[in-house]
């Protein structure tokens, strides 16, 4: 049997266009089953609390997804270097559904958030797989063209899933917020069973064991960290010491068993590669950018403009088509032109400019100055996030491929989960300090404390006049804060993109043209 090194790109099969947008579709599919599954229930939150109880694990529910993913997402990638992209693919889809059906008839709390994250473990291979995929079934230079689509998927799951949600809530059990999304992932796993045939990979070699738990055990602690840092415990408090010196330790750890594996999680080799670095810092910085304002822009539409959770999802229309329309025009031009490197630069800045531009919201703004906004975020999202993966694939060997694609899933994640908190944290303490300021300014009595508790939208609109102007003005100011701080943020990922060196993508061109046949069993040998 040849081995990886004897092997070139040459022996790789090659797809044709139409083979190529049928294993696309798969992907998609999955993508935005785990995509839309993860907003769609926010909107279905108070209700299930009021139905399951234990309105003090409320936070749990969330969180258990967003942790188990991050944690679980540079594994899958070499889960599918060990067994197979298509396997360990279909796995991740079958880990879903299970996971899916078992949170829909979850009778507690307990069973829900357990349900939850297992359902955290599946998103994680689906959120990587898809982008490695088709790294291998495309080169990176006609790979721009079907990565816009990927991008799009995001976009689309953005405003679907809160829409979707609200529609479920009010017309349906709440259970089908986890239901409603199986028979996609059902759908994408016939598909690629039909349509996705790649080498078969066989490798004499062992799983990273230790690796793989310093670096989920890392990530898990400095995720429970983030996720309940300032909320079921104080900052400044010896949980918060613990679990951050827990981290420190576990990552320090995994650094000295991923030097010593024979085939490690993520290789430090990687972290010798420039490419790869500057990639997972943009990546980083562009989640928590990204999630930070996903994350809040909503809670401005709601509570400044009183609107419905359904009308505020609608309301980012123009981001999600902003990001759409994005994607898609760069990836062709990618494509059509080789060059690559402007987009992340350029995208990055519009999301600056995006972020700064929705800091200067007033009570008062009109949802037009609201929407071009949401408009300019959305363009620089779709112009910058596809292209930093895309560029770090074309960096790296084929053998590197996998771990190199779940590296930059697993640090943008992460960045996800860094800005939510910290930008959480920022709205809390501003929001706190501005209701306290105003209130005393326009003579009010506050009661609560220093941190008093709003209630939901509808609960703020049925308050009298003049506490509801200091609310919306208080809470408003805090807004400007969170996006203001979000401007550095983009432009450092800028400056991380403009010092990436713009490597030719390769191409398929030189290689036999003769497409793959779909039919044909697997060739025993693996790609370079």
């Not at 024979?262 to 590669?273: G, K, M, S, T, V």
């Amino acid at each position: 049997m040849l081995t990886e090194q004897q092997v070139t790109a040459e022996t790789a099969p090659r797809f044709t266009h139409k083979q190529v947008l049928e294993i696309l579709v798969g992907l998609m599919l999955a993508m935005l089953t785990s995509m839309i599954s993860t907003s769609v229930v926010g909107t279905a939150l108070p209700t299930i609390v009021g139905t399951l109880g234990g309105q003090d694990q409320l936070a749990w529910v969330a969180s258990a997804t967003l942790l188990t993913m991050t944690a679980s997402t540079p594994l899958w990638g070499k889960l599918s270097d060990l067994y197979g992209r298509k396997l360990m693919f279909q796995v991740s889809l079958l880990v879903f559904v299970f996971s899916s059906v078992a949170a829909g008839f979850s009778q507690d709390m307990g069973q829900l958030i357990a349900a939850r994250a297992a359902q955290g473990i599946g998103a994680g291979g689906l959120a990587a797989l898809p982008q490695i995929i088709l790294g291998d079934v495309v080169e990176p230079r006609e790979r721009g063209r079907y990565s816009g689509y990927i991008g799009a998927v995001f976009g689309v799951s953005t405003v679907a899933g809160p829409l979707l949600g609200g529609f479920i809530v009010d017309n349906m059990s709440w259970r089908w917020t986890f239901w409603i999304c199986v028979p996609l992932a059902v759908v994408a796993f016939v598909v690629i069973q039909k349509v996705l045939k790649l080498p078969l990979v066989r490798r004499d070699t062992k799983v990273d064991w230790w690796g793989a738990t310093f670096i989920t055990g890392g990530t898990t602690a400095l995720m429970l960290l983030l996720s309940f840092g300032g909320k079921e415990f104080g900052w400044n408090s010896g949980w918060t010491y613990g679990l951050g010196a827990l981290s420190l330790v576990l990552f320090g750890l995994a650094v000295v068993a991923e030097r010593r594996a024979a085939d490690p999680i993520l290789p430090p080799r990687l972290f010798r590669n420039h490419t790869f670095v500057l990639t997972s810092v943009a990546s980083l910085l562009v989640g928590a950018a990204m999630f930070g304002a996903l994350m809040f822009l909503p809670q401005y539409l709601q509570i400044v403009k009183a609107m419905s959770p359904t009308g505020s999802g609608l309301m980012t229309l123009p981001m999600v088509l902003g990001l759409l329309v994005s994607s898609i025009a760069v990836g062709r031009f990618v494509s059509r032109t080789g060059r690559w490197k402007i987009f992340p630069v350029v995208g990055m800045l519009l999301v600056a400019v995006g972020l700064f531009l929705l800091s200067q919201l007033h009570v008062d703004s009109s949802l037009v100055v609201v929407g071009v906004d949401m408009t300019v975020l959305g363009v620089g999202l779709g112009a910058s996030m596809q292209m930093l993966i895309l560029a770090a694939q074309n960096a790296v060997t084929r053998a590197d491929m996998a771990s190199t694609t779940s590296g930059v899933s697993f640090f943008r994640s992460l960045g996800g989960a860094v800005g939510v908190a910290a930008f959480g944290a920022i709205l809390s303490n501003r929001l706190s300090s501005e209701l306290v300021s105003l209130a005393k300014a326009a003579h009010l009595p506050l009661t609560g404390g220093a941190t008093p508790s709003l209630g939901s939208p509808a609960a703020i609109h049925h308050l009298p006049a003049p506490v509801l102007n200091v609310i919306l003005e208080a809470f408003t100011r805090a807004i400007h804060t969170v996006f203001l701080v979000g401007v550095p943020i983009a432009v450092l990922a800028a400056v991380a993109a403009l010092m990436l060196k713009e490597l030719p993508l390769r191409s398929a061109q030189a290689a036999p043209a003769t497409p793959a046949d779909p039919t044909a069993p697997p060739v025993p040998v693996e790609a370079e």
